[in-house]
């Protein structure tokens, strides 16, 4: 097989578990081999059910004790109960009712799954079903967990991936004098190892091997990229800032030093030779709108169109309904272009756009469609830059030629490192806080808190503030998370007063639903939210002032940092509940880290310095870099051997390459 045939070509993938892959974005033999796992678990000795402890992945060797049942109703549900001799255990199955005829009372298996405890009892969902005999051997070995969906098992990704392992050819796409030289595996090797893991040292070589791949892809994109701009004349040379001079003045606030800084090296993009392609990163809540409304007022008032593309309808409407207020007052036409809106209204805004009536034009993805066009478009702004595609960020700069770009990212990551990864790009960095803010006020206590921590969201509630409880996440079904979050909500509507409203939001709702809960919590028409980690997103409501985030341990800290980044968006003291759902001493210590830090920058450094050497993975910062696998802070040094490899190599070279691995793209935007 060759890596870019369909993935129907492996053996026991058809046309209906073809699909399942296709929700995973898989559909060549390479896109499954890069499936990477996103972690891996060691196989232990089988406890005792009355060990089991809440959110672990733990074994049992239990007889089965009734007979399973199959729920028609609930989403094909198949639960039965097992016993040992300390207790009994509840085993739940999603979608495998064939498990009906496989297992049968008084048989003996281990089961392995992850342990949760419903009305005080112990349940494990989607638990993996082995034979005795065939558990011994997998003792301390290490097991790859993988990103699934509905209709896909671990046990179906991992056969799907032997047989892709043995039956491709994998070519090398290094030159082979760089991978001797910085010693790294051959990429076949790498796959190998990092699929099915041997040995611990050798899994890590791999790991190293498809980082610096990563690492070297990026910087030669971007070396393409660049080099292909600097040809570029720039269409829409911007002369006049004299509104956005004015702007600065009306505004409520005075710009921080980086704002200004920032504002000035975009200016001065906008008006040299060639188009502007510039990064501005900035940790949660720095202020990185204003400076790009300064940007769009600046492209209007020199009589070009500018677009702003967002993530979520919430964060696409809110970002309209800021830049209304402050740019109505100038006379400056603004569109807004969201999925949700009625054809009618899209029509007249598409029109209106194309016509160049609307100076500035704020949406989501549907900004992307083909019947979007402009009259004039010369900037495009991108926020939370890294929640979209290469492809999609390309779409909307193919509607003008060669406009200027400017992309937002809140990635928490050092000056030093930035520089290091996108130094041969623009980079604008808001390395400091509005003025006005107060450090949110963070404490982690255990679910013994509980009823304390409602009373103070009672209290916040009545001074006429919000809150936000996130929800842990139970599981990898995003069945269990939502009843999770609605059970959540429901139980707290019980312990505070009836006026106290609250919502909940997960990701099972459609996404009109999602819309509407987020727009009726930035307007202040519900008190207290609980969701899952949907918030992470840009959402900004000031006036929430605590975050309780309930079984705290099982985030990052960097996401949780982000998640606290919800709060503390004003004047007003903020307040951080971390609420742990499972005392544990090293937790504890690493979630402490957040109580003297407000700086993301550095806990993320703490994070990792905090991590085991049993850590494969890094840091999980939810999705902010485009790496599958390199993590910037624990493979700085792969970072710059990577950068020196490239450096190493001439123009020529490198365009050969790059054309090699990416045979029918131009470079063109790939921060
Ligand atoms: P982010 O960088 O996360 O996108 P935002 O642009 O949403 O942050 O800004 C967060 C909040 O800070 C907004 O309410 C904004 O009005 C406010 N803000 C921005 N710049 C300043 C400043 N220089 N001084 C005070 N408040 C500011
Ligand atoms: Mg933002």
């Known amino acids: 097989m060759q890596p870019e045939d369909s993935i129907l070509k492996i053996r026991g993938i058809g046309e209906k578990s073809e699909a399942y892959f296709h929700r995973l974005n898989i559909f060549t033999v390479e896109d499954l081999l890069r499936h990477f796992p996103r972690d891996y678990e060691r196989f232990e000795l089988p406890r005792q059910v009355s060990e089991l402890a809440e959110a672990e992945v733990c074994s049992v060797e239990c007889a089965v004790a009734t007979s399973p049942k199959l729920l028609a109703k609930q989403k094909k549900l198949l639960f039965c109960q097992a016993k040992d001799a300390s207790g009994t255990v509840w085993l739940k199955w999603f979608n495998q009712p064939y498990l009906l005829s496989r297992l049968h009372m008084g048989d003996h298996y281990v089961f392995r799954g992850k342990v949760s405890f419903e009305r005080e009892k112990?349940?494990?969902?989607?638990?993996?079903?082995?034979?005795?005999?065939?558990?011994?051997?997998?003792?301390?070995?290490?097991?790859?967990?993988?990103?699934?969906?509905?209709g896909l098992t671990q046990n179906s990704v991992g056969k799907a991936m032997r047989f892709a392992l043995a039956e491709t050819e994998v070519t090398d796409w290094l030159?082979?004098?760089?991978?001797?030289?910085?010693?790294?595996?051959?990429?076949?090797?790498?796959?190998?190892?990092?699929?099915?893991?041997?040995?611990?040292?050798?899994?890590?070589?791999?790991?190293?091997?498809?980082?610096?791949?990563?690492?070297?892809?990026?910087?030669?994109?971007?070396?393409?990229?660049?080099a292909l701009c600097e040809q570029k004349t720039n269409c829409f040379p911007m002369y006049t800032a004299a509104l956005c001079e004015k702007l600065a003045r009306a505004l409520p606030y005075e710009l921080t030093a980086a704002q200004k800084k920032a504002w000035d090296e975009i200016l001065s993009d906008l008006r040299s030779e060639a188009p502007m392609q510039r990064l501005l990163e900035g940790d949660v809540g720095s202020g990185k709108t204003v400076v790009a409304m300064l940007a769009l007022l600046c492209c209007a008032e020199n009589g070009y169109q500018g677009c702003l593309m967002a993530p979520t309808e919430v964060l696409a409407i809110q970002h309209f309904e800021e830049f209304k207020k402050m740019l109505g007052?100038?006379?400056?036409?603004?569109?807004l272009l969201v999925g949700s809106q009625s054809a009618a209204v899209k029509k007249v805004t598409r029109s209106r756009a194309q016509q160049g009536r609307l100076q500035i034009l704020i949406g989501t993805h549907a900004l992307l469609q083909e019947s979007v066009a402009f009259a004039h478009l010369g900037l495009v702004v991108i926020d939370e830059q890294h929640r979209f595609g290469v492809k999609q960020r390309e779409l909307l700069l193919s509607k003008a030629d060669a406009p200027h770009l400017l992309l937002m990212s809140a990635t928490p990551i050092?000056?030093?490192?930035?520089?290091?990864?996108?130094?041969?790009?623009?980079?604008?960095?808001?390395?400091?806080?509005?003025?006005?803010?107060k450090a949110v006020k963070t404490c982690v206590v255990d679910v013994s808190f509980r009823p304390k921590a409602y009373h103070f969201l009672e209290q916040q509630v009545r001074l006429g503030r919000q809150c936000y409880v996130i929800c842990p996440m139970v599981t990898e079904s995003e069945n269990v998370e939502a009843e999770n979050v609605q059970a959540y909500a429901k139980r707290l509507q019980r312990e505070l007063p009836g006026n106290v409203r609250i919502a909940c939001l997960h990701g099972k709702l459609p996404a009109k639903q999602k819309n509407e809960c987020m727009e009726l919590f930035a307007k202040g028409k519900i008190d207290v939210l609980v969701s899952t980690t949907v918030v992470e997103v840009g959402i900004n409501v000031p006036n929430a002032t605590v975050i309780m985030i309930e079984n705290a341990e099982r985030f990052g800290l960097a996401g949780l940092h982000q998640l606290r980044g919800r709060v503390g968006r004003a004047?007003?003291?903020?307040?951080?509940?971390?609420?742990?759902?499972?005392?544990?001493?090293?937790?504890?210590?690493?979630?402490?880290?957040?109580?003297?830090?407000?700086?993301?920058?550095?806990?993320a450094e703490e994070d990792l310095a905090m991590r085991g050497p049993g850590d494969f993975f890094g840091i999980r910062q939810s999705g902010d870099f485009p790496f599958l696998i390199a993590d910037l802070f624990r493979d700085a040094q792969v970072l710059s051997q990577a950068k020196e490899a490239l450096a190493s190599m001439t123009q020529e070279e490198a365009r050969r390459l790059f054309g090699r691995l990416f045979p029918e793209k131009e470079p063109s935007v790939v921060y």
């Not at 007052?329 to 569109?335: A, H, R, T």
């Not at 007003?572 to 759902?581: A, F, K, R, W």
């Open 175 to 226: 030159p082979a004098g760089i991978r001797k030289k910085y010693e790294l595996m051959r990429l076949k090797d790498a796959y190998k190892n990092i699929h099915f893991p041997e040995k611990e040292a050798v899994t890590k070589t791999a790991i190293r091997r498809l980082a610096f791949d990563e690492f070297f892809q990026l910087l030669l994109s971007m070396r393409m990229c660049r």
């Open 122 to 150: 112990p349940v494990m969902i989607q638990p993996e079903i082995y034979e005795k005999e065939a558990y011994r051997p997998l003792l301390k070995t290490l097991k790859p967990v993988y990103r699934i969906t509905e």
């Open 329 to 335: 007052p100038f006379g400056i036409s603004i569109g």
């Open 414 to 437: 050092p000056r030093t490192l930035a520089m290091m990864l996108y130094g041969d790009m623009a980079l604008s960095v808001l390395d400091e806080m509005p003025r006005n803010r």
């Open 571 to 603: 004047q007003e003291q903020s307040y951080c509940i971390l609420v742990q759902g499972k005392a544990g001493d090293d937790s504890k210590k690493r979630l402490e880290v957040l109580l003297h830090s407000q700086d993301g920058f550095r806990i």
